[in-house]
């Protein structure tokens, strides 16, 4: 009758030499593996093109999002601040066009300004955003009303738009957009498609 080698089977020292060389080989391919897949991730000359997924991300209440807020509930002062007349009065004329709530326009405090600025009430910083992405000004433009703001007086202002020297030596847009948006945190679903 044969027995089985004691040396070689696996109660042996000899096969449990032989486990342990599968399975120190079953970790290198895994290694393997996984140094080729990040070589060839998302980015790499190699990489396959992604497919098509779904991401969901939060921003912070900084971000603006579509609100119900109709723009005839808003109301806007425009305040020149340059040395170009008459520019209050057009950039007027385009806000109430799109709708916006305009109050009669006014000549800011000396001195001119080079750059303009949006001003806001209490709970109206989207609202100035929307005013200050329209014109193409940048949100750091977008400042609270406070005892600063170059106007006489705000009251009944829910945005102050100050012409700068800027927006007077430009032509104002003939339309702006016509929604309006409010500070909230913003949930976007983005799909990244193949290019």
């Known amino acids: 009758m044969d027995r089985p080698d004691p040396a070689t089977s696996d109660g042996g020292p000899a096969g449990r030499n032989l486990r342990a060389g599968r399975a120190l080989a079953v970790i290198v391919v895994a290694v393997v593996i996984g140094v080729l897949v990040l070589r060839t991730g998302p980015g790499h000359p190699g990489a396959a093109a992604p497919s098509s997924?779904?991401?969901?991300?939060?921003l912070p209440p900084a971000s603006t999002?579509?609100?119900?807020?109709?723009?005839?509930?808003?109301?806007?002062?425009?305040?020149?601040?340059?040395?170009?007349?008459?520019?209050?009065?057009?950039?007027?004329?385009?806000?109430?066009?799109?709708g916006w709530t305009v109050l009669v326009p006014v000549t800011a405090k000396p001195p001119p300004r080079a750059t303009?600025?949006?001003?806001?009430?209490?709970?109206?910083?989207g609202e100035a955003e929307v005013v200050a992405a329209a014109f193409g000004l940048p949100t750091s433009s977008v400042l609270p009303i406070s005892s600063s703001t170059p106007v006489s007086k705000t009251d009944g202002a829910d945005?102050?738009?100050?012409?700068?020297?800027?927006?007077?030596?430009?032509?104002?847009?003939?339309?702006?957009?016509?929604?309006?948006?409010?500070?909230?945190?913003?949930?976007?679903?983005?799909k990244a498609g193949r290019s």
């Open 159 to 190: 945005v102050v738009l100050v012409i700068g020297s800027d927006l007077a030596a430009k032509t104002p847009p003939s339309t702006v957009p016509s929604t309006t948006t409010t500070t909230a945190p913003k949930t976007t679903t983005t």
């Open 65 to 98: 999002t579509t609100s119900t807020v109709p723009h005839k509930d808003v109301k806007v002062l425009v305040a020149n601040a340059s040395t170009t007349n008459q520019v209050a009065a057009n950039y007027s004329t385009v806000l109430q066009q799109a």
């Open 116 to 125: 303009s600025s949006v001003y806001y009430a209490p709970k109206k910083r």
């Open 53 to 58: 997924t779904s991401t969901t991300t939060t």
